[in-house]
């Protein structure tokens, strides 16, 4: 790449719309973006300045692994950023970079493997039937947002976490509040620092613990000098959070079954291709609202013909990558024989998301039990009638009326 290419007039700064898209598809914006070139600039709605959008495959890949481009050094800059209140603590999971993040994110580590997941399968498996069997009882019509898709992500989360389930509506009222753009400063903080005590106080009691729920791994860290309380509490949070977008995408994943039955009836039929079907739905759903947490590079680094300056701060969109035609050829079609690239939903490296098996776990028994379990599953209303979140970090529908 010559230097007179690197240095060409940057492209134009692109005001990134505070509401954001309402539907099912990708945001006029960003699909604007991804036509514009591999790598543009955006102002988010909160924050300060602009940002570096990457959006293809490989370069979103690139930067989210390559310790040139630094989460901690967020917190030492004006930064634009989506979340207007939603600002990472230093020494928390989200600001910080290897070998600390990687010594917080080993402390929680076992339950969310594999095998820790499937741990409370059953559990989480028997949770479900058991919202399923209410569904039916109280008979059509339905929301299955309210009935199923909302309570069932919350229960299972906190399963894994360690939370009594007397505290879960107190948990799910705090994360809305710190999650939605509709809140103000003031309600979002005093959400926060509930949180906070909160967990403060389980984790605290929990010192010494031997049990395999999130919260007793921190305890037990905490108790032998592995991590501090403040460090313990933060990542809580972050996975108490992180475990209610599983709603938002499920509800995305459904509307797009009910409203393609075609997709659903061959679901039914084929139960054996459910596993690969559910990564193209993932791959294919956009379930947040564009990019996430910016970088800041550390070092000038080329990305698609353009130089990245050191201190530039440079966000992704896994959404983009994941209609990369590179990658995923004819990428608005969904094609459940698609290929064994992975897709970009629970992001890449060292702050991929850690709940990807637990939301792939809980999206597998949900596509299950609805498909199986409720004959004739379909829309009551029109598609256009399905109300989307508004002035929410991760969209889906508010509620999803069904018939059966």
Known sequence: MSEETLTEKPPPIRPWPADGPTG??????????MRE???TRVELPGGEGWAWLVTRYEDVRMVAGDPRFSREAV???PVTRLAPHFVPDRGTVGSLDPPEHTRLRGAVAPAFTTQGVERIRDRARDMLDELVDELLQDGPPADLTTTVL????????????????????ALHTWTQQILSRAHGREDSDKARREMDAYFADLIGLREGSTAEDVTSLLGAALGRGEVTLEEAV??????QIGGEAVTHQSGQLFHLLLTRPDLAERLRAEPEIRPRAIDELLRYIPHRDAVGLA???MKDVEIGGRLIRAGDPVCVSYLAANRDPDVFPDPDTIDFSRGPEPHASFGFGPHSC???????METELL?????????????AVPPHQVPFTKGALIRGPEALPVMW
């Open 75 to 77: 917190l030492d800059h």
């Open 234 to 239: 933060g990542l809580a949070v972050l996975l």
């Open 354 to 360: 850690p709940g990807g098996p637990l939301a792939r």
């Open 295 to 297: 970088r800041i590079a």
């Open 37 to 39: 070139g591999p790598v």
């Open 367 to 379: 596509v299950d039990a609805l498909l199986d379990q409720v004959p004739g599953l379909r829309p």
């Open 150 to 169: 909302g309570p069932f992500p919350i229960a299972v989360i906190c399963e894994l976490m360690g939370v009594p389930a007397a505290d879960r509506h």
């Open 24 to 33: 099912p598809d990708l945001g006029p914006v960003l699909t604007e973006l």
